[in-house]
């Protein structure tokens, strides 16, 4: 399916990606607050002591999200997606990982093997605790929480600034691969989902898209091949903003 000629006007793509950036960035203000709910370690607290934490509840509704959505949370909603789109500012170096980004699998296979090992142990989850480690729903309100943000946000800082745009989420994120996960079972089966759809008649080779994407993707190449599948794609909708002709566009379809 292609996008429509003239559906992408001049004035609101910029507007969507003025209010993703601030979306983002939001989250990430916010980690303060919501961070026991997005961190592998207390989840993994908490299992080892059969407890399903709000954690495991977020990831699990991420999952789901996946099925339909892809990564969109990557690209509209993470924290740690906010905090890398601020070190853009620093080194905005686009981030050609290659075998790097295979290394966040195995780190996905520690981190959730962690958890189910501890929910093994624990004989299985029995309770559930929403709020589990934070203090009214507030998750840093104690010393000792706050020595674990900083040091999360010390980890991606190291990424961010070593690597370039989003080295974080191509080399480390577990909660990518999880996404990552959702969306081959989606593309398995061909339920209808948000994807990329391409126009290469269109594509005049200006490049804008791929100066555009987060990820560093070649959606010139992509749009060419009209290939938009990719597993690095956070549906940020940056190329579909981009394109001066439209060649790209959100669509909402089957297969
Ligand atoms: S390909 Fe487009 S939608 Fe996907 S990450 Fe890159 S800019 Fe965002
Ligand atoms: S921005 Fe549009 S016209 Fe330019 S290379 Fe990308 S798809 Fe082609």
Request: proline fraction near 5%.
């Amino acid at each position: 399916m292609e996008p429509e000629r003239g559906s992408i006007s001049r004035n609101r793509p910029a507007l969507r990606q003025r209010v993703r950036i601030a979306l983002l960035i939001f989250s990430f203000v916010l980690m303060p607050v919501t961070f026991a709910y997005v961190s592998c370690p207390l989840i993994t607290e908490g299992a080892s002591q059969g407890i399903a934490t709000g954690g495991l509840v977020v990831f699990a509704l991420l999952f789901v999200g996946s099925l339909f959505f892809g990564r969109l949370w990557c690209g509209y909603l993470c924290p740690a997606g906010g905090l890398q789109e601020i070190y853009t500012l620093v080194n905005g170096r686009p981030v050609t990982a290659g075998w790097l980004n295979y290394l966040k699998y195995p780190i996905f296979l520690g981190i959730f093997g962690s958890i189910a090992l501890a929910v093994y142990s624990a004989g299985g989850l029995s309770t559930i605790d929403l709020f589990y480690q934070t203090g009214n729903g507030i998750s840093v309100d104690r010393p000792g929480a706050y020595a674990l943000l900083y040091g999360q946000i010390a980890f991606i800082t190291v990424f961010a600034l070593l690597a370039g745009r989003r080295g974080f989420c191509h080399s480390f994120c577990p909660i990518a691969v999880m996404l990552i996960i959702g969306r081959k079972v989606r593309n398995l089966v061909g339920w209808p989902a948000l994807h990329l759809a391409a126009a290469p008649d269109r594509c005049v080779d200006c490049g804008k898209c791929s100066e555009t994407c987060p990820m560093s993707l070649d959606v010139r190449g992509m749009v060419r091949e009209r290939r938009m599948e990719n597993t690095e794609c956070i549906l940020c909708g940056g190329c579909v903003d981009a394109c001066p002709e439209g060649a790209v566009g959100y669509a909402w379809r089957g297969r």
